[in-house]
């Protein structure tokens, strides 16, 4: 096999060995649209665009998030007067919920998780599956974009702007359809932002994926519970 050029700015390499011209890319000394050329092709061409010259890199590892035992609470006693009939809020037992919704909450309670602040060990959590996705995704543009959107969803989380982090949590979701890590914080943005029906299926989603114990973690336990109403 025929010995490569290639194009750095202005200035003609070459000729050098197919792996070494593999190396250099693989080591980012050349960028995959680098010009190269060899006996047999007509025009010169992007390094990228010649069939099996730049191997695609390994996908990255999903983040681990370590399962923890779901404490179950204690039944609360209240003695507040009985709601009229109806639907009771599934979150203080007392006041009748509000119509028109999947998710039985009486309007203070729903204001309050409307107005609940993003918790630290999401920002975390949102910080550490940024870093994972850039480190390992340097060459891979499809996975910058699915970090890009997280991070975009957690700052529109920040301002309140939760119709807004729903779009960028279900553009980086389509990257890892399966990620725990993405469905929590896409659950409690369109929870917040009116939007129950998705809330639900996401959060049963992350129901399912846990496994037949149900163990993730206290958080996303929260989460879950927090949205289906379970105890």
Avoid at 64 to 70: A, E, F, L, R
Avoid at 158 to 171: E, K, P, S
Wanted: aromatic share 6%; charged share 15%; net charge neutral.
């Amino acid at each position: 096999m025929s010995d490569w050029y290639y194009l750095s700015g202005s200035e003609q390499n070459g000729p050098v060995a197919e792996s070494d011209l593999q190396h250099f890319f693989a080591t980012g000394q050349l960028p995959a649209e680098t010009l190269v050329w060899r006996d047999g092709m007509e025009n010169w061409a992007a390094a990228g665009q010649v069939p099996g010259l730049i191997p695609p890199p390994a996908l990255p590892p999903l983040p681990v998030v370590t399962p923890k035992p779901v404490a179950v609470p204690p039944a609360v006693t209240t003695t507040a007067q009985p709601a009229p009939a109806g639907k009771i809020c599934a979150a203080c037992k007392a006041a009748p919920a509000q119509p028109n919704f999947p998710i039985p909450l009486c309007e203070p309670c729903r204001t309050k998780l409307i107005k609940f602040p993003v918790p630290t060990w999401l920002r975390i959590a949102a910080a550490a599956l940024v870093v994972l996705m850039l480190v390992s995704s340097v060459r891979i543009p499809w996975e910058l974009s699915a970090a890009a959107n997280f991070e975009r969803g957690r700052q529109a989380e920040d301002r309140g702007d939760y119709t807004t982090a729903v779009v960028d949590y279900q553009n980086a979701l389509a990257s890892y359809p399966n990620s725990i890590a993405i469905l929590g914080p896409l659950a409690r943005a369109a929870h917040r932002a009116g939007n129950d029906d998705l809330a639900v299926k996401s959060a049963t989603q992350i129901v399912k994926l846990s496994g037949p114990n149900g163990q993730v973690d206290n958080d996303t336990a929260a989460i879950v519970n927090e949205i289906l109403g379970t105890k």
